[in-house]
């Protein structure tokens, strides 16, 4: 069973400019959640989907940031216009209920 | 909200037991365990739930104690590839959304 996939790995982009994510969870998982972790810092919780639909976005740090899941199959975050502190892994995870398999992250550096 | 765990670092020879803490100051529905290698996906280990129960997973077990809202990460006899930094990942009372909130990790290095 192919895992959670994320793309790209790598993205390095100047302060101002946008930059897209995408997270392709395993077939059949409804739940798909983002987190980011901050150099040395804990990795935290950014927003979860069921489906489509937006469960919990609380942990998203401003109006910066935009998730979609259309179709509740592959999601993407875009952030728009990035900033300097934007710099991280961020993460997508997917699962049934009650477990959350994760990606291999994208690490954004914002220059 | 955020967890503590402790140690935030520790160092083993093969065949020596770890002792991994997680410690929450909220009331916890579940705990989760991951490990991460440097530059790879964090990965699934266990998930306990309220309930107070202890799981295993080869020579890697946890608890979870209710009361004090501490969960344990037992480690025996532990394997090189057991190196890694593990995190928990906590859900807490009473969720409905699986929205894990993260200890800072714990750094193990298994030495010959």
């Known amino acids: 069973e192919a895992g959670v996939t994320q793309f790209p790995s790598h993205s390095v982009i100047e302060k101002g400019q946008t930059v897209t994510l995408r997270c392709d969870p395993i077939?059949?998982?409804?739940?798909l959640y983002w987190y980011r972790r901050v150099m040395g810092k804990e990795i935290k919780f950014l927003l979860h989907f069921v489906k489509e639909s937006k469960q919990d976005e609380s942990g998203m740090p401003n109006n910066r940031f935009l998730a979609e899941r259309t179709g509740g199959t592959y999601s993407t975050l875009k952030v728009q216009p990035a900033e300097l502190e934007d710099s991280g892994v961020y993460f997508c995870?997917?699962?049934?209920?009650?477990?959350?398999?994760f990606g291999p992250g994208t690490r954004l550096t914002v220059l | 909200q955020q967890p503590v765990q402790s140690p935030q670092a520790v160092i083993l020879r093969e065949g020596e037991d770890a002792v991994i803490n997680c410690s929450s100051s909220?009331?916890?529905?579940?705990v989760h365990w991951y490990r991460q290698k440097h530059g790879e996906a964090p990965v699934f280990l266990m998930i306990l739930l309220k309930g107070g129960e202890q799981k295993g997973h080869d020579k890697i077990s946890a608890s979870f104690n209710e009361k004090k809202q501490q969960s344990s990460l037992y480690l025996t006899a532990s394997q090189l590839s057991y190196s890694g930094t593990y995190f928990c990942g906590t859900e807490i009372y009473p969720s409905n959304t699986g929205k894990l909130i993260f200890g800072q990790g714990t750094t193990l290095q298994v030495k010959p």
């Open positions: 995870a997917s699962g049934p209920r009650g477990k959350q398999f």
């Open positions: 909220k009331a916890l529905y579940s």
């Open positions: 077939s059949g998982h409804d739940n």
